[in-house]
């Protein structure tokens, strides 16, 4: 049995509507995912909400709203539909109000408890609630958050706790044996720096509100959120069933995780905790955790709780989806921090969507109506071109592989740039002025289809409506659904049918209003 390529996102508060930091890891997650799927593996791509503890509590009560109530609008009227709305094909899409969460949590709580790595202990100091985290003294900034620049609140509550600190040794030597396993380097680096600098146990449980998951032996206190959330990647999948029914077959064929997405924020629970939560419990580690950059407004992170989100729609309703999904991945490199302007959107927008691939559609499109009665001519072949694509197919498949996607969508942009080339070194619309040269004609627009062919299956995975579009446009179609095409086999020249119907279409990348 193939293990398939497990991907996830991380679960989502539900205190607010998604903002385009959000969309941000979404969208990655998914253009990675289909990009997987395109290369022929089986893939699983989860994503969800994280529903429990203080943060949601407190923004469903200010609202005078039950929590779950709070949870269940939030989650069916902002973040489902903006994840259809960005094209997010996600496979699974987990609540940790969910009573499939709930049980295999607490199943696998009371397993870490029975093996004797959970104690009764009182937990003193710093919180942040935007956070959900336990603070140092030495994180505070003149006794603030750093992220959310707000007081944290001192706590005093006997709680359960978690040995963590027995997973600091087994940690660093993983991180410094198998890099790969947290990245980029500077990812990597600060996570082997905390986990040098001494872990303490952690309090994995609260007694103070009772919005959570109870702990099964103590029903006074509910399991802390971050340990009730990061346990959703393996719940979904059937964490702690029975191996021989269709769920423990689930779990064996997606774990472990291949790819955890997450911001840089969140590194340290996902880099530190969770591998120490899963040790404990003997279980496979995730391949790869990957932190991502933030987006930026006026240098900070951008935040629903700082007034400085920008809703996904604010810009599609603009741009249309697929752009947004092209200009985060394209503008910053994944895992650095990058500024969102209107300005560079807009500038990126024309000159890469719009004038180098939308053109190249439309004229080719364009020419191949004029010239060739709308009907693709006969086969032919371009030695440079063909060459330009195998080289495209590689560098592009071994950087998104490695999650660099700017790289990978960098160099597709570089074959489309050098078709346009193709087809202005080779002025077919010259050449028409000339009625015996009517084949080298045909030769151009079959080639110029091809590279069309390709395109529209290499974008596909970033920009899945205007491929689809392309595909139409080039009679794509009678090869089989676009979603079906595999990476390996794009550079192999020749395949559209000669005959097919080609026709112009709408313009994939319409001039912007002002
Ligand atoms: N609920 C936790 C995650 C639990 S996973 C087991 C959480 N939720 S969150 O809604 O606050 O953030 C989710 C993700 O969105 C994080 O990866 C975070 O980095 C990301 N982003 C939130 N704001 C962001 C930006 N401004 N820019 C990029 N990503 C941002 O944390």
């Not at 992220?147 to 040794?169: D, G, M």
């Not at 998951?213 to 029903?219: A, G, H, L, N, S």
Request: aromatic share 12%; hydrophobic share 40%; proline share 5%.
């Amino acid at each position: 049995m193939a293990k398939a390529f497990y991907l996830t996102t991380p679960i989502y508060y539900v205190n607010d509507a998604p903002h385009i930091g959000h969309a941000y890891t979404t969208v990655a997650g998914d253009v990675l995912t289909r990009w997987h799927r395109a290369r022929g593996e089986e893939v699983w791509f989860l994503t969800g909400t994280d529903e429990h503890g203080e943060k949601v509590l407190r923004t469903a009560e200010a609202n005078n709203v039950a929590p779950q109530d709070w949870c269940d609008r939030l989650v069916e009227e902002a973040w489902k539909p903006v994840w259809k709305d960005l094209n997010i094909a996600n496979d699974d899409f987990i609540r940790t109000t969910q009573p499939r969460h709930i049980v295999r949590v607490q199943k696998f709580l009371q397993g870490l408890m029975d093996s004797g790595f959970i104690y009764e202990g009182k937990y003193e100091g710093p919180y942040c609630v935007g956070c959900e985290e336990f603070k140092l003294e030495s994180d505070l900034i003149d006794g603030n958050c750093p992220i959310h620049s707000k007081p944290v609140e001192n706590l005093s509550e006997t709680n359960w706790f978690f040995k963590l600190s027995e997973f600091a040794q087994p940690l660093l030597d993983r991180y410094r044996n198998n890099p790969e396993a947290c990245q980029p380097e500077s990812a990597r680096n600060e996570v082997v720096a905390f986990l040098e600098g001494g872990v303490q146990d952690l309090s994995i449980s609260r007694s103070s509100f009772s919005w959570g998951i109870p702990v099964p032996w103590d029903q006074d206190q509910v399991v802390y959120v971050w340990f009730d959330a990061l346990l959703n990647y393996a719940t979904a999948v059937g964490l702690g069933e029975d191996s021989d029914g269709e769920l423990g077959e689930k779990f064996k064929k997606t774990w472990p995780v291949s790819v955890h997405l997450v911001g840089k924020d969140i590194l340290r629970f996902h880099a530190v905790i969770w591998p120490a939560m899963l040790m404990a419990a003997k279980l496979p580690l995730p391949e790869r955790v990957f932190a991502h950059g933030w987006l930026l407004v006026g240098g900070e992170k951008m935040s629903k709780s700082k007034l400085t989100g920008i809703a996904p729609a604010d810009i599609t309703s603009h741009f249309g989806v697929d752009a947004f999904r092209y200009y985060f991945l394209r503008a910053i490199p994944f895992g650095s921090d990058g500024s969102f302007s209107w300005e560079d959107m807009a500038a990126r927008y024309t000159s890469e969507l719009a004038n180098d691939f939308g053109n190249l559609a439309s004229r080719a499109t364009a020419m191949i109506e004029k010239y060739c009665d709308g009907v693709l001519p006969e086969r032919s072949s371009d030695q440079e071109l063909e060459k330009f694509l195998v080289d495209t197919c590689r560098k592009a498949d071994d950087a998104f592989i490695k999650l660099d996607f700017q790289t990978g969508i960098n160099s597709i942009m570089e074959f489309c740039k050098r078709v346009n080339g193709y087809l202005t070194e080779k002025e077919p619309w010259s050449l028409a002025k000339d009625p015996s040269r009517k084949k080298e004609i045909d030769e151009i627009l079959y080639n110029t289809a091809e590279s069309l062919r390709a395109l529209a299956i290499l974008f596909y995975p970033v920009m899945p409506t205007t491929s689809e579009k392309l595909w139409e446009m080039i009679g794509g179609n009678s090869l089989g659904d676009i979603s079906q095409m595999k990476i390996f086999d794009v550079a192999q020249w020749g395949q559209l049918e000669p005959g097919t119907k080609v026709s112009k279409g709408d313009a994939l990348f319409p001039r912007l209003e002002d």
